[in-house]
């Protein structure tokens, strides 16, 4: 690595546009790391208020992926679809460090409802033979998806059809004539079924959403590195913030024993403080259990129990640096 490499800073990608960059600056904002346009919307290039050795690129979802996978960009928020699709050697060249829960759709493969008898992959085999048979050509499948739809097809054994690659609104090819069935992208399945489409039921090829992602191609200096583990330690903290609740139960000495074993196996929980003189154990647990956790701590015996949210939750270790640190190798 040169020397201007090792002393670059931390490039991060981010959408330009749409609900993808509204939901990006949403989560940015929530773990403490507010984004910011130079010169407004129109500039393609901000910060991170507050965090050193960090350039933001404003670029679309697809561009992202290709800074990605050429080492651009460090970090990155794309679409998995887009990741998948656009780079086959994904696994070997990026990190996907953490989903985001935005951006949610699934790429799938949807045929006329008219086909009733097609309701798996399997069928989709037949159907495919039969065609040419009756029509001289094989069967057409549109897509913006070909890399995804080539490799699908192939693990279910279908090989007698031919791409369309789609530029437009894909769900609309079949009414048109320009293919017999799509692999498309979708959310609620509400565009597919307009246009008389339904999805296989072993159809769903990618269940995607946005991800935070690594690139092991970008040059990982010193300043990068930095603040990189300063970003994700912000993101873990929140998230953990987020998914989980502080519990604090005032309970009898004879009850306060059981609280470590027994909440761990069966709520998840972890025991923060135990204090045996004082009648109370504090507790984490994750927020789906609080009821569950809450009302067996009263079962104890506990004359009070207090369920509180925390804004964030640092910890010395943290399982986002370390995923990157594996997957970049020292420095």
């Known amino acids: 690595m040169s020397g201007a490499a090792a002393d670059a800073p931390l490039i991060l990608a981010v959408p330009s546009k749409g609900r993808l960059q509204e939901n990006a600056f949403g989560f940015f904002k929530r773990a403490g790391l507010p984004l910011s346009q130079g010169r407004g919307a129109r500039d393609y290039r901000g910060v991170i208020a507050g ?30 679809d887009l990741i998948r699709e656009s780079i086959p050697d994904a696994d070997q060249r990026l990190e996907l460090l953490t989903p985001l829960g ?53 693990q279910h054994g279908i090989g007698d059809y031919r791409i369309v690659e ?35 039921d072993d ?36 998230e953990e913030a987020r998914t989980s609740r502080e519990v604090v139960a005032s309970l009898p000495p004879a009850a306060l024993a059981a609280v470590s074993g027994e909440a761990a196996e069966r709520f998840a929980a972890r025991v923060l403080q135990r204090d045996e003189a004082a009648g109370v154990a504090a507790l984490q647990c994750p927020a789906s259990q609080i009821f569950s956790l809450s009302e067996w701590l009263v079962g104890l015996g506990a004359s009070r129990v207090a369920v509180r949210p925390n804004d964030y939750v640092f910890r010395a270790s943290n399982a986002l640096v370390e995923r990157l640190e594996r997957r970049i190798g020292p420095a």
């Open 51 to 80: 965090v050193p050795d960090v350039e933001v690129l404003f670029l679309s979802a697809s561009e992202i992926a290709r800074e990605l996978a050429q080492g651009g960009a460090h970090l990155g928020i794309t679409g998995e």
């Open 166 to 200: 789609s530029l437009g609104a894909t769900e609309g090819a079949p009414a048109s004539g320009a293919a017999e069935l799509i692999v498309d992208i979708t959310t609620t399945g509400a565009t597919l079924a307009a246009n008389a489409l339904k999805v296989i």
């Open 102 to 154: 935005f951006g949610a759709a699934n790429v799938v493969v949807a045929v006329p409802q008219a086909w009733i008898d097609v309701r798996r992959m399997a069928d989709l085999e037949d159907v495919a033979s039969v065609f040419r048979t009756r029509h001289g050509h094989k069967m057409r499948v549109a897509t913006k998806y070909v890399n995804l739809t080539r490799a699908f097809f192939a």
């Open 203 to 238: 159809g769903v090829m990618l269940k995607s959403e946005a991800n935070l992602v690594a690139s092991s191609a970008a040059p990982w200096g010193d300043r990068a590195r930095r603040a990189a583990r300063a970003i994700l330690a912000r993101i873990a903290a929140e």
